[in-house]
């Protein structure tokens, strides 16, 4: 064991995706979730390219693969529900539109989190109210009151991260938005959705549903543009409000699938943004994910950066013997390259979808083998190292694991 105590906030994707790494690497590692319990909901995510190797190398291939989901594939409608174009989870070796790599977000967390419970501590219903870094270590004050010091902090604290916030600067300083709002929530299977994704897009807006595991029940979509979005990313009353109002009047099965809206158990609604940094890491503190470098829903490589991050985040502490400065320089150096591929995917994306309003100049004809070799690098832009001679306790599934713990303050 190195001893390093590291710090890791936010327990969704990147959190307990660097907490397996780090353990594996030596590290003790302590979880702080702001939610009372791992977060359920939310789309479904995907893992194209170099991210199903870091699943793989994680041990968890298996996992992941059971609980995936079973798309077949998506088709575009006109408002009558004719359908315009067709896409398959087999087009492009399994990494194209509908990945081969498919899992419900909150499916995946809990994938993660069952995989590192045991080895990890796990904080939930808290968070990081203060926070010193000196030469050699950092002083946390956590919301419930315990003062504790480690030698390392990572912020997977997603978009809205308070420890970016808190160390950085103010959210307003990094976050781009992108002139579009996304809304997940389930409903009730009246509409016989089955094993494909259906969309509808018109001038901006979009509906669609997607099939759940629990076939009872589908996953509804909807987006509008809204350049000057102001909700509070906590406000789940007001995100609805908004929601009814942008996507009245729109056509399809819009009414019916607002018509749930008021009662169902989940509901997600962001703005889409990505996070520009000049760099990801002060001292002893960093960076991952979201909170790090979030390419938007609509680039769909969100999930996978976090996961590769993860990896690499991990093994150049280790490699670099725990020493901050050497070890973020050595990730952001590896990252940066296919952290920006996907961000551009993403803007396109958008644009793409006339985001910017119905007085906007119609997007340019793509150069498709430009935009062929910008997918590729989204896809597979970065190399895995295998950090040879770099400490390696195994998968928890290989392991003798260390004895960890969960608490929860909510
Ligand atoms: C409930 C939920 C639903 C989502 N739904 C979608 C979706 O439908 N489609 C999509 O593309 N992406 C969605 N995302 C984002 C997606 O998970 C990320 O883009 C990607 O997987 C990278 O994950 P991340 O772990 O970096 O960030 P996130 O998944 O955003 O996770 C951040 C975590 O940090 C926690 N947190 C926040 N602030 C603090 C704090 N101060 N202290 C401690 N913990 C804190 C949050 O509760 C959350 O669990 C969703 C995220 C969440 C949390």
């Not at 819009?254 to 943004?273: G, K, M, N």
């Not at 760099?279 to 960076?287: D, E, H, K, P």
């Not at 994910?289 to 993860?310: E, H, K, Q, R, Y």
């Not at 119905?358 to 190399?383: S, T």
Request: proline share 5%; charged share 25%; aromatic share 8%.
């Amino acid at each position: 064991m190195s001893g390093t105590r590291v710090l890791v906030a936010g327990a969704s994707i990147a959190g307990p995706a660097l907490a397996h790494w780090l353990r594996r690497r030596g590290a003790e590692v302590t979880v702080v979730e702001r939610a009372p319990g791992l977060r359920p909901g939310g789309q479904a995510v995907d893992a194209r390219g170099v991210a199903k190797e870091v699943i793989v190398r994680m041990g968890l291939d298996e996992q992941v693969r059971a609980t995936r989901t079973d798309t077949a594939g998506a088709y575009t409608v006109d408002a009558d529900g004719n359908v315009l174009e067709t896409y398959r989870a087999d087009d492009h070796g399994g990494d194209g539109y509908i990945a081969e790599i498919e899992i419900l977000r909150g499916d995946l967390s809990q994938v993660l989190y069952d995989d590192t419970r045991d080895g990890v501590e796990y904080l939930f219903g808290d968070r990081i109210a203060e926070l010193t870094q000196d030469a050699d270590g950092v002083d946390v004050t956590f919301a419930a009151g315990d003062r504790r010091r480690f030698d390392l902090v990572i912020g997977a604290d997603g978009l809205h991260s308070g420890l970016r916030a808190m160390v950085f600067g103010p959210r307003e300083q990094y976050l781009r938005h992108l002139g579009m709002v996304l809304a997940f929530y389930t409903v009730p299977n009246e509409f016989e959705v089955d094993r494909w994704l259906i969309d509808y897009q018109e001038s901006g807006r979009s509906a669609g549903l997607r099939p759940l595991p629990d076939a009872t029940r589908a996953m509804a979509m909807l987006s509008f543009t809204d350049p000057d979005f102001e909700v509070d990313h906590r406000d789940v009353e007001a995100q609805k409000r908004l929601l009814r109002e942008r996507m009245a009047g729109f056509g399809w099965w819009t009414p019916r699938i607002l018509a749930h809206l008021d009662a169902t158990p989940d509901f997600y609604l962001d703005q889409v943004a990505q996070v520009v940094m000049d760099r990801w890491s002060s001292g002893r503190v960093g960076l991952l994910g979201d909170a790090a470098f979030s390419s938007s829903p609509m680039s769909g490589g969100g999930t996978g950066l976090a996961l590769v991050g993860a990896y690499l985040l991990a093994g150049e502490l280790a490699a670099a013997g725990w020493d901050p400065a050497a070890g973020f320089a050595a990730y952001e150096r590896q990252m940066r390259p296919f952290v920006e591929a996907n961000q551009e995917i993403g803007r396109m994306h958008v644009q793409s979808r006339d985001a910017s309003g119905p007085d906007a100049e119609p997007p340019a004809e793509p150069d498709m083998e430009a935009l062929m070799q910008l997918v590729e690098r989204a896809i597979n832009g970065v190399a895995l190292p295998d950090y040879a001679g770099v400490p390696d306790s195994g998968s928890t599934h290989s392991s003798a694991m260390t004895a960890g713990s969960t608490r929860s303050t909510a």
